[in-house]
């Protein structure tokens, strides 16, 4: 009885978080644009946003406790770190850049997207080539 009742709260709370989650604005994929030893340059595509959201969009670093959840030591590149929304036809993007060349090539970084009725937190690993 114990587990059919925890399976029907369980069901009950997700059958509430389904429809407010499943149109919901969301980071896809990162494209580095960048060499190792240069300012990061990179985009990611954001996706399945909804009318009126992008005017309430903000997107920048995480917050430093969910990157001690995380368990991702903070580094100093995340204090150059800027982001700029930028539309492409329909499709939006969010442009990562630093200020300062990134000289580590193994990169963690948690961003967070905040709109009006909503935030995510999103971790991104990337590696970063040799110049050619």
């Known amino acids: 009885m114990g587990k059919a009742v925890s399976f029907a709260i369980l069901a009950a709370a997700l059958a509430l978080v389904a429809p407010f989650s499943a149109h919901a604005a969301g980071l896809g994929r990162l494209n580095v644009l960048s060499p190792l030893g240069q300012p990061l340059n990179a985009e990611i595509e954001i996706v399945a946003l909804r009318p009126g959201e992008e005017e309430t969009l903000v997107a920048r ?11 991702i030591e ?3 590149m995340l204090n150059t770190m800027r982001f700029a929304l930028e539309r492409r036809g329909s499709q939006r ?3 990562v850049t630093t200020t300062a060349p990134v000289n580590d090539p193994f990169v ?3 961003i967070e997207l905040q709109w009006g009725s909503g935030r995510l937190v999103r971790e991104y690993t990337f590696l970063l080539d040799p110049p050619e």
Do not use: N, Q, S
């Open 61 to 71: 670093i995480a917050p430093l406790d969910a990157f001690t959840a995380a368990g």
């Open 108 to 110: 963690e970084i948690l």
């Open 93 to 95: 993007i969010l442009k």
């Open 74 to 76: 903070p580094t100093a």
